[in-house]
C-alpha cells in the first residue's frame, strides 16, 4: 500500500462490490457526508442513505446505498452496505 493510498472495501450481505487502492471515499454519515484520506484517525459509523464517492487511479466512481456502517482502522477502510 502506498502512503497516499487507502484500502477499500465495500461488502453487502450478498456480494463484495468493490475492493481496491483509492486516494480518498466520500462516505454519507448520519451527520452527514465525510472525507476520508490516508492517515485518517480511525472511527467507526452508521450511515445514512446516499452515495459513496471514491477516487481510484484518478477516475472518480460512486455507489449509491442503502445505510450502513463503516469503520476505519490503519489505512483500511471497510464499509457494509444495504
Do not use: R, W
Request: proline share 5%; hydrophobic share 40%.
Amino acid at each position: 500500500m502506498k502512503k497516499s493510498e487507502l484500502q477499500l472495501n465495500i461488502i453487502s450481505p450478498e456480494a463484495k462490490l468493490f475492493s481496491g487502492m483509492v486516494a480518498s471515499v466520500v462516505i454519507p454519515g448520519i451527520q452527514g457526508s465525510f472525507g476520508v484520506y490516508p492517515d485518517h484517525a480511525p472511527l467507526i459509523s452508521a450511515l445514512q442513505k446516499g452515495v459513496i464517492t471514491y477516487t481510484e487511479n484518478g477516475v472518480e466512481k460512486s455507489l449509491e446505498v442503502g445505510g450502513g456502517m463503516v469503520e476505519v482502522n490503519n489505512g483500511v477502510v471497510t464499509i457494509c452496505v444495504s
